[in-house]
């Protein structure tokens, strides 16, 4: 069997899925990869790591030769708040580098995963239950970009029978490893400010209604695509997936379940909040359920209470070092 390389691997998903991969198939199986050096605790000792600009070809296809992939696992991306400041960056990373994976796949057989997002949706998208196959006019050039790595990953299946496979992933929550510059990062700064200060400033308005998801849900949802028998796959890059639709006063309350006390209040910042109102309020799964058996397993109620607890523990931790 070939090995799995993670892109991306320091990022928010990134680091979580490469950990899960090596429990479920082997750290032998597992090659993580980030343009920047692994920071010390980030992912085992035991997972092969090598620091890999995903826009350079020669290195990625090297890498991908020399330890037998069977899957690239493609996490590399600039998220899209930092996307919007440097429009030109995120279209060649976002862009040019699938377009690399995708070469390299072709060149070797791989397989791919590719992660989409709502932001690939636009103000013309039905907001409400948005539909797997609808309209989609994104207006920021990350939404552009995933929209195109959807149409590139089908192109490349089409065309040469890469099994390429997708997600169209909405807010992820975690614990493990902050974000970096996304619009819904406010729905996970709330929890770690509101164990730190017990209260917390949000750039989006109160009432902006986005779709989430809990971090162990979004790898789920990876894994068991991954493992989905591909010809059953009818929408495959990508799938709507979602576990909860909900505002920023909604998680604020949930969060005062556990801590009464908690102090929320909103300073809007019109860059992040243009972004968005201009997706969609909540998804329509039926697909990722009906093809492949997706099933959230975290409602807000039960990831609010795990998040606190880890986010506690992980505060506590790092007060002690």
């Keep these: 069997m070939g090995k799995l390389l993670v892109t991306g691997a320091l990022g928010q998903i990134g680091t979580e899925l ?7 198939y082997g750290l032998e199986r597992v090659i993580a990869s980030d343009i920047k050096d692994k920071v010390s605790d980030s992912i085992p000792d035991e997972i092969s790591y090598y620091r890999l600009d995903v826009l350079d070809f020669d290195a990625l296809r090297k890498i991908v030769k020399e330890n037998n992939v069977e899957i ?53 998208t039905p907001k409400n239950k948005t539909p797997q196959v609808t309209i989609q006019r994104p207006t920021t050039v990350y939404g552009i970009s995933k929209l195109t790595g959807e149409l590139l990953c ?14 169209r992933f909405p807010g992820l929550i975690s614990y493990k490893t902050l974000p970096g510059g996304g619009t819904t990062d406010y729905a996970v700064e709330i929890f770690y400010e509101a164990v730190k200060k017990g209260k ?10 986005l779709d989430m998801m809990y971090m162990p849900d979004a790898i789920t949802a990876i894994i068991k695509l991954m493992e989905a028998d ?59 359920r009906a093809e ?18 880890k986010v506690s523990l992980k505060l506590k931790k790092m007060e002690e070092k």
């Excluded at 862009?95 to 992660?115: K, S």
């Excluded at 917390?200 to 308005?205: A, I, R, V």
């Excluded at 492949?292 to 607890?309: A, C, H, I, N, V």
Aim: contains cysteine; proline residues 4%.
């Design 72 to 124: 690239i696992f493609h996490m590399a991306a600039l998220l899209s708040a930092v996307a919007e400041s440097n429009p030109q960056k995120a279209w060649k990373v976002n862009v040019d580098g699938l377009y690399n994976v995708l070469e390299v796949a072709r060149e070797f057989g791989c397989g791919v995963f590719f992660p989409s997002s709502i932001g690939a949706f636009g103000p013309s």
């Design 200 to 209: 917390y400033t949000c750039y989006l308005s109160r009432d902006t209604r």
């Design 154 to 167: 089908d192109y490349y299946f089409r065309k040469y029978g890469i099994d390429t496979r997708g997600l």
């Design 18 to 24: 490469s950990v899960v991969l090596a429990e479920r």
């Design 230 to 288: 591909g010809s059953k796959l009818k929408n495959r890059n990508a799938y709507n997936v979602t576990s909860m639709s909900v505002t920023p006063e909604e998680i604020a309350a949930s969060i005062r379940r556990f801590m009464p006390n908690f102090e929320i209040e909103y300073k809007v910042d019109v860059v992040r909040q243009s972004i968005a109102d201009s997706w969609p309020d909540s998804l329509d799964d039926s697909c990722a």
């Design 292 to 309: 492949w058996g997706w099933q959230p397993e975290y409602s807000l109620e039960r990831m609010t209470k795990d998040m606190l607890e």
